[in-house]
């Protein structure tokens, strides 16, 4: 779902659960989450986020300003770089004693590798079973123009620099490529099918196209 504030677009997640009243989060990685009591319905949340609208635009607006801000990628302890996210300094991600700049950025580099692997081999078990795709590979890739791909022969591959996003957005890529073992290109059936699996899929591909540019070394 998403409302419009001035000329800002902020799309948000809607959770349903037990909870005794509707909350809105912001996260830090900029991710808005509703989550609202189950049987609330659609305009109850809309009102609710439009309420609290220019709050949210301001908090959004401090995150990205946060990460325009100089420093922010340099290569020592404190350091701040995403995962899974969330800003996290360097030595919570890798060992850095005795490493000098190139060599903390190519083993940076390789944990996001590694990581990327790990949490897409995890993730994607339950896609696969729920839609019934099964690849024949599945590789993590350094690209500059893509999340991840499906091509003819079946094979997956993902941009390692999916570590940095948040789960939500990883769960989408991932959806989105088992779905094109079904179906190559981009039509409505392909949509149809994500939005089957994953109906708030348009709010996280938003996500990766207005925050993407942060996640980088």
Partial sequence: MKIDYGDR???FHVEYGPWGKLSVQVEANGFVTVKAPNGTS???????????????AERLGAIEKAREAPGLREYQDQGRFLHLGRYCQLHELIGTEGLN?????????????????QV????????????????????IVESVTKWGSCSSAKALTFNYRLAMAPVEAIDYVIVHE????????????FWRRVGSV????????????????AMTL
């Fill in 101 to 117: 700049e190139e060599e903390l950025r190519l083993k940076l580099k390789k944990f996001y590798f590694a990581s990327c692997k």
């Fill in 178 to 189: 088992l779905c094109h073992l079904t179906h190559m290109n981009h039509d409505r059936s």
């Fill in 42 to 56: 659609a305009e109850a949340v809309m009102r609710a986020v439009e309420k609290l609208a220019a709050k949210i």
């Fill in 120 to 139: 897409v081999l995890e993730r994607i078990q339950p896609y696969q079973k729920l839609l019934k795709a099964k690849p024949k590979s599945i590789d």
């Fill in 198 to 213: 994953m109906p708030d899929y348009k709010e996280r591909e938003a996500y990766l196209m207005r925050y993407g540019h």
């Fill in 9 to 11: 677009e902020i799309p």
